[in-house]
C-alpha cells in the first residue's frame, strides 16, 4: 500500500506560478511511475505529467500538451516526493490536482493508477 498527500495548492494570479508536492508513505517511491491529475468542476479528470525512474533508462517525463513548456514533473527519492512546478498559471489551470502511483503503469490513463491523493485546489485568478 501507498499512501500520498499532496499539498501546495492556493490561490494564485494569471502568470504566477505554483509547486505542488506529492510526498508518499508506505513505499519507497522509486519503486513507482508517477502521474499528477487535475479536474476541474464540471470536466473529467485531465492528465496532466508523469514521471518515472528505471536502472535502464533512467528518468522519463512527459506531459499533457496543454502544460508543455509551463509545467515541470520531479522527484527526489530521499525525500519520497514528487513534485508539480506551475509557471504561467492560467485561469483555465484551475482544478483539484492530484497524483497518482503505479508500480507498473506510466501513461496518461488515470484508470491504470492504484494509487491516488486527496488532492489539492489550485485556483488562478484573471
Known amino acids: 500500500q501507498v499512501q500520498l498527500v499532496e499539498s501546495g495548492g492556493g490561490l494564485v494570479q494569471a502568470g504566477g506560478s505554483l509547486r505542488l508536492s506529492c510526498v508518499a508513505s508506505g513505499r519507497t517511491l522509486s519503486r513507482y511511475n508517477m502521474g499528477w491529475f487535475r479536474q476541474a468542476p464540471g470536466k473529467e479528470r485531465e492528465f496532466v505529467a508523469a514521471i518515472r525512474w528505471t536502472d535502464w533508462t533512467g528518468e522519463s517525463t512527459y506531459y499533457a500538451d496543454s502544460v508543455k513548456g509551463r509545467f515541470t514533473v520531479s522527484r527526489d527519492n530521499a525525500k519520497n516526493t514528487v513534485y508539480l512546478r506551475m509557471t504561467s498559471l492560467k485561469p483555465e489551470d484551475t482544478a483539484l490536482y492530484y497524483c497518482?502511483?503505479?508500480?507498473?503503469?506510466?501513461?496518461?490513463?488515470?484508470?491504470?493508477?492504484?494509487?491516488w491523493g486527496q488532492g489539492t485546489q489550485v485556483t488562478v485568478s484573471s
Open positions: 497518482a502511483a503505479d508500480a507498473k503503469y506510466y501513461g496518461s490513463s488515470g484508470n491504470e493508477y492504484d494509487y
